[in-house]
């Protein structure tokens, strides 16, 4: 399988942006790896139509757990599906520290995602300090336990994991190759615990201050099967670079 690059823009970027980012990334990109893109939820459907001749696929970066209903203010998977939406973000760092959701809350909009046919990009991570008190394995099997429960085996094949270090998260610190390795081969022994057919395909990506300088070495390593990209993702440049163009 390819490695999978994706582009998690957050709150970034205007229209003329998004459109200038599509114009020059088309141009250089040559599929070598698979690019995906995560705008804001405004420009789904504009990013949808711009990726289509390239098979750029489209994400949230969150969504509900409900597809409709009054839920004054949320993002409904099954509309989002139906402007060209492919893949959801569930469970960013960023969406548990500044929004409280727990692995409980991701659990339930992954299964509303699964059933509604998209794809789940499930992340987990441990903080500076959960790794200095030498907790990283713990608190990502809890993650993982919880965000997964009652997923079923026929239900995952659309689940990819994405490993974020929060510490590693826009700081410019990166968890070298050989760290980064050692979490994914446990992730992966979890997933092939839960799920033993899937658990040797499942995707999983390493997140955290990916930059065109270390992509190679961290996507050398047997358990890294891609990278989710905030800061470098931004120009087309860069995301180019990190997508082997
Ligand atoms: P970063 O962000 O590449 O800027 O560290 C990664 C992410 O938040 O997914």
Redesign the pocket.
């Known amino acids: 399988m390819k490695k999978l690059l994706?582009a998690?823009w957050?709150m970034n970027k205007k229209m003329s942006e998004v459109v200038d980012f599509f114009y020059d990334f088309k141009n250089g990109y040559s599929k070598k790896r698979e690019a995906w893109v995560a705008p804001q939820a405004i420009h789904v459907q504009k990013c949808s139509e711009l990726g289509y001749s390239k098979d750029i696929k489209t994400g949230a970066q969150n969504c509900s757990e409900h597809v409709d209903g009054a839920f004054t203010g949320e993002l409904s998977p099954r509309s989002f599906k139906d402007i060209g939406g492919d893949f959801v973000?569930i469970g960013?760092?960023?969406r548990r520290q500044y929004f409280k959701e727990s692995s409980s809350d991701c659990n339930r909009k992954m299964k509303t995602l699964l059933r509604e046919g998209l794809v789940a990009v499930y992340?987990v991570g441990e903080t500076l300090q959960q790794r200095e008190d030498k907790e990283t394995l713990t608190i990502i099997s809890d993650q993982l336990a919880r965000g997964l429960e009652d997923l079923s085996e026929a239900s995952s094949s659309n689940l990819i994991i994405?490993y974020?270090p929060v510490w590693?998260?826009?700081?410019?610190k990166?968890a070298s190759p050989k760290e980064a390795q050692e979490v994914h081969a446990f992730i992966r022994q979890e997933m092939k615990k839960r799920f033993p057919d899937f658990g040797d395909k499942c995707r999983i990506l390493y997140?955290?201050?990916?930059?065109p300088d270390n992509v190679e070495e961290l996507l050398a390593q047997k358990d890294i099967d891609g990278?989710?990209?905030?800061?470098?993702?931004l120009k087309a440049k860069d995301f180019l670079a990190l997508c082997g163009d």
């Open positions: 994706i998690n957050k973000i960013h760092s960023e992340c994405a974020e590693a998260i826009g700081t410019g990166t997140g955290g201050s990916v930059k990278g989710l990209v905030g800061g470098a993702s």
